[in-house]
T-cell receptor, first 116, second 114 residues
C-alpha cells in the first residue's frame, strides 16, 4: 500500500521568500508518480507539478520545483518568490494501483500562509 | 467550458434524507472518481469507474451508491444521510493511466447534514 506523510500542518512565509513544503512517501512499487496539488480557500484542486520515479531530473514548473530524493523517499515542494496568492492548502499525492486501476493517495496537507 | 462539473455545489439537508450529486466530464477520459474531503481536509478516494465499470470501491458504507450511465458521467447517490456524511465531495477524471498529473477535479460539492 502507498502512504504519503506531510508533517507540517501549517507553514508561514514572508512574501517574496522561498518556502519548502515537506512530503515523504512509502511504497513497494518500483514505478510510481508523485504529485502536488494546491487548494485555495475557494476549494478547487489545482494540479501544480508531477515527478516520475524514473525521472532523472527534478521537476520544475515556473516558481514550483520538486526536490525529489529517491533514497530518502521524499518529494518536497519548493515555492520560490512567494506571493500572497500562494496562501492555500497544499497536498502531496502518490499514484497507487488497485484493482488494475490507478488512483491518487493524498497526504493530510499543509496550510501555507504568505505574509505581506 | 468546465472540464469536470459537479452539481450542486452546495447541499444542505436533514438527517435521513436521500440526495444525489451529479458529475460530468467533457475531457474524453475513461476513468472517473469520487473523493471525500472531511472537515480536517483529508482527501480519500471512495470510488473509481473505468468506462462505466466499477474498479475501485473503498470501504464505503453501502448507503453510497455510484452510478455511471456513460463514461462521461458519474453520479453519487447517498441514502439515509447521517451527520458524518457532511463533507466536500470531489469528482475527478483521468485517462485510464494517471501518468503526468492528468487527474482533473471538479469544484467540489459541499454537503451539510443537519
Amino acid at each position: 500500500a502507498q502512504k504519503i506523510t506531510q508533517t507540517q500542518p501549517g507553514m508561514f512565509v514572508q512574501e517574496k521568500e522561498a518556502v519548502t513544503l515537506d512530503c515523504t512517501y512509502d511504497t513497494s512499487d518500483p514505478s510510481y508518480g508523485l504529485f502536488w496539488y494546491k487548494q485555495p480557500s475557494s476549494g478547487e484542486m489545482i494540479f501544480l507539478i508531477y515527478q516520475g520515479s524514473y525521472d532523472q531530473q527534478n521537476a520544475t514548473e515556473g516558481r514550483y520545483s520538486l526536490n525529489f530524493q529517491k533514497a530518502r523517499k521524499s518529494a518536497n515542494l519548493v515555492i520560490s518568490a512567494s506571493q500572497l496568492g500562494d496562501s492555500a492548502m497544499y497536498f502531496c499525492a502518490m499514484r497507487g494501483t488497485q484493482g488494475g486501476s490507478e488512483k491518487l493517495v493524498f497526504g493530510k496537507g499543509t496550510k501555507l500562509t504568505v505574509n505581506p | 467550458d468546465t472540464a469536470v462539473s459537479q452539481t450542486p455545489k452546495y447541499l444542505v439537508t436533514q438527517m435521513g434524507n436521500d440526495k444525489s450529486i451529479k458529475c460530468e466530464q467533457n475531457l474524453g477520459h475513461d476513468t472517473m472518481y469520487w473523493y471525500k474531503q472531511d472537515s480536517k481536509k483529508f482527501l480519500k478516494i471512495m470510488f473509481s469507474y473505468n468506462n462505466k465499470e466499477l474498479i475501485i470501491n473503498e470501504t464505503v458504507p453501502n448507503r453510497f451508491s455510484p452510478k455511471s450511465p456513460d463514461k462521461a458521467h458519474l453520479n453519487l447517490h447517498i441514502n439515509s444521510l447521517e451527520l458524518g456524511d457532511s463533507a466536500v465531495y470531489f469528482c475527478a477524471s483521468s485517462p485510464h493511466q494517471i501518468n503526468t498529473g492528468e487527474l482533473f477535479f471538479g469544484e467540489g460539492s459541499r454537503l451539510t447534514v443537519l
